[in-house]
């Protein structure tokens, strides 16, 4: 296949109007954002957190759902009012060295995310047909080093959308372990009455991995990018595009939209924290490394069917979380250099943005061939989304009030307070992380 052929690939079909009546078809980059949280390596953290604390973390997944819904909410209206990308939207607000060593933290932090959850990927499949690792590592790395490349947008976002349905491998495990849900409720509502034998620096730090699991800076990005996307790709006269009753209508899509991913996301958590609480705490397996690992330990406990839908549930999430993280990575390494950028674009038309999907993928993927801890990868990760995270939020809150960047479709004030407020816990888990890993 020659390059003009297959770059031609990228052209995507005519894009549909924007619809204004059926809710699942409008359903878009807030669905996918949220369902890219619950990534391996997130699996991997809640699967831990139920394991280690059985339900005592529970409060962390209800506490967080309205923070995440508006903060991400923030993110999408300042991307599709101002017609930029959140990095872009920095560097009006922010010095430029500030804007550019936030995003190469970003970019640092998602290629450190690649590899564990290429990682896990690979390993969930090891455990499923058994072969070499590695193989399987380069499979899952090139498959989605090559689907970023040569697959249209339209077809891209489709496919994503689809494999959000993975998800619910967890409500089915959840089915299957048998809750007690007195216990769980119990234990949830007063997690210090059963954390007397558990070491307060042990706890603290898993607090701390659950928010930073639930709210990463590289959904703020993603999403924000994702409405400027589907702005490109709708054919609207300049008149229409820019008319208040379109904007408020389409900023209403978006609060449902975000609602519905960010919700959908943390029950997912939520179902994964309690299949590894049941399964595997209550059995006197308290230690999980990886997803990988909470997936082998269901096995003899809960039966063949929940751990070979958990491994599957890792390998759909992984597909769906790596495009995000390497996208991400690439639209706002493209803002700040002023490149060409979009997934729609051609190789040849975006070749910077592309080189960094291309190397974000490929090195994380290289990565995860070497023998390194999964746990320990993603604890440098949440240590550097937990240092970056707190200070693009309020930038985000910023300029998302700003009447000179966003005319009159400032961030309403209810959502601003939230958005404060999880900006204020974020920075709180932040010196509690700095605190647990002296």
């Not at 430029?96 to 995310?113: E, G, Y």
């Not at 659950?210 to 589907?230: K, N």
């Not at 390494?333 to 974000?360: H, K």
């Not at 939020?393 to 004030?413: D, E, Q």
């Amino acid at each position: 296949m020659t390059t003009s052929a297959a770059t031609a690939r990228k052209r995507s079909p005519k894009p549909p109007a924007e619809d204004d009546g059926n809710v699942l078809q409008r359903l878009g980059p807030g669905l996918i954002t949220g369902a890219a949280d619950d990534d391996p390596s997130g699996i991997a953290t809640y699967s831990q957190a139920g394991a280690q604390f059985r339900f005592g973390l529970v409060w962390t997944l209800l506490v967080t759902t309205p923070l995440m819904i508006a903060v991400q909410m923030v993110s999408a209206r300042i991307g599709y009012v101002t017609g930029r990308g959140l990095a872009a939207n920095m560097m009006r607000v922010c010095p430029r060295w500030l804007s550019t060593a936030v995003v190469l933290m970003l970019v640092v932090a998602n290629t450190i995310n690649i590899a564990a959850d290429v990682s896990a990927m690979a390993e969930a499949t090891r455990l499923l047909v058994h072969g070499p690792q590695w193989l399987y590592v380069i499979a899952f790395g090139g498959l989605s080093a090559i689907a970023q490349v040569y697959v249209s947008y339209e077809r891209t976002v489709r496919i994503l959308k689809y494999l959000t349905l993975t998800l619910f491998a967890y409500v089915a495990v959840v089915l299957v372990v048998q809750v007690p849900w007195a216990r769980a409720l119990s234990e949830a509502a007063a997690p210090w009455r059963h954390l007397e034998r558990t070491a307060f620096k042990d706890y603290a730090a898993m607090v701390v991995a659950v928010l930073g699991t639930t709210i990463s800076p590289y959904l703020f990005f993603w999403q924000a990018t994702q409405e400027v996307e589907d702005q490109k790709r709708r054919p609207l006269p300049q008149a229409q595009r820019h008319s208040p009753q379109r904007i408020k209508t389409h900023l209403r899509h978006i609060r449902q939209d975000t609602f519905i991913g960010m919700l959908l996301s943390n029950v997912i958590a939520l179902c994964i924290v309690l299949s590894a609480a049941v399964a595997l705490n209550l059995n006197g397996h308290v230690d999980v490394k990886s997803s990988a690992d909470a997936a082998a330990a269901l096995q003899p406990i809960a039966g063949d069917f929940a751990f070979a839908v958990f491994s599957l549930g890792i390998i759909g999430t992984g597909l769906l979380a790596i495009p995000v993280l390497a996208g991400s990575a690439a639209f706002a390494v493209s803002e700040i250099f002023g490149w060409r950028a979009g997934l729609s674009r051609r190789f040849q038309d975006a070749r910077g943005f592309y080189s960094i999907i291309l190397a974000a993928t490929l090195l994380g993927s290289g990565l995860s061939l070497f023998e390194v801890d999964a746990m320990s990868a993603l604890v440098w990760s949440a240590v550097i989304n937990g240092v970056i995270a707190v200070p693009i939020m309020a930038v985000m809150l910023v300029i998302g009030r700003s009447r000179a960047l966003m005319g009159r479709f400032v961030v309403p004030l209810p959502v601003e307070v939230v958005g404060w407020l999880a900006t204020g816990l974020m920075g709180i888990a932040a010196l509690v992380m700095l605190f647990t890993m002296a």
